[in-house]
């Protein structure tokens, strides 16, 4: 029997539902500081997420969509993104964000089991702390890896072979926590088994590679509901349940 040790979690739409009204109206924020009359839709970002990383989200819809925009890409898109990471953080501390549902329970009776944790993420360093700090705490996880740590993001694996290389750890022993198909490609080359919890964004994309696939993680007094997989009789995700998926075929 395989020994549960870790369990490493994405931040972005898994930790909290942060892309509709975080990241996308930061990025707004910072277009209409800098006087470009650039404006993301709700639906026009659902397209642009195809493209993980803030700055490579900016490049790619300036070459889909502006082709002949003739300012200095290399100076002006880490301007946009130091000037949307602010409006983000802003936007966190608000408290207009909050953590989804059991998130918050399955961390902190992991961390009470002994359970390493960990953080995942394309999104950059200041943003996940962010986030941590305003609804979590940030010592419980003993590596937060974001960003730039790595040159290929999601859905590279790279990210998750740095988390386990820092932790020394065996991906076999170990559960990571994603909302999107690159997240759980990124995952799944690294080895490790995943735990979709879908929203608006991802529910139509294909997760079948997915260990277990939610609607969220539940409470006791509010169900999950089970798109894909076996739950053994649980209605809520726990760490038993966490357990019984690192030792299933
Ligand atoms: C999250 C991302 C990030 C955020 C924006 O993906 O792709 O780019 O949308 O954050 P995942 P930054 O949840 O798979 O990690 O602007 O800081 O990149
Ligand atoms: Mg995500």
Redesign the pocket.
């Known amino acids: 029997m395989t020994q549960l040790k870790a369990l490493i979690f994405?931040?972005?739409?898994?930790l909290a539902e942060t892309?509709r009204n975080g990241?996308r109206l930061a990025f707004n924020r910072a277009f209409a500081e800098a006087n470009l009359n650039w404006n993301w839709s709700e639906t026009l970002y659902g397209e642009l997420?195809e493209v993980?990383?803030?700055?490579e989200?900016i490049r790619h819809y300036i070459q889909l969509y502006n082709p002949n925009f003739k300012e200095d890409l290399e100076t002006l898109i880490p301007q946009l993104?130091q000037a949307?990471?602010a409006h983000?953080r802003q936007l966190l501390l608000s408290g207009e964000i909050q953590l989804r549902l059991g998130v918050k329970r399955l961390i902190e009776e992991a961390d009470s089991q002994g359970i390493r944790l960990a953080i995942a993420?394309?999104?950059?360093l200041p943003?996940a702390l962010a986030l941590l700090e305003k609804n979590l705490n940030p010592d419980w996880f003993e590596v937060i890896a974001a960003?730039d740590i790595v040159t290929h993001k999601?859905p590279a694996p790279d990210i998750y072979k740095y988390v386990l290389n820092q932790m020394n750890l065996e991906a076999d022993k170990c559960l990571v926590f994603?909302?999107?198909f690159?997240?759980l490609q990124a995952a799944y080359e690294a080895n490790l088994k995943t735990v979709i919890t879908l929203h608006n964004y991802t529910k139509n994309q294909d997760f079948s590679l997915a260990s277990l696939v939610l609607n969220h993680l539940g409470e006791p007094e509010k169900c999950f509901t089970i798109i894909k997989g076996d739950v053994q009789h649980k209605d809520y995700f726990d760490i038993e349940l966490a357990k019984i998926l690192i030792n299933k075929e």
């Open positions: 994405d931040v972005d739409g898994t892309e990241h997420l993980s990383g803030g700055k989200r993104h949307k990471t983000y993420t394309t999104s950059a943003n960003g999601k994603e909302d999107s690159h997240g």
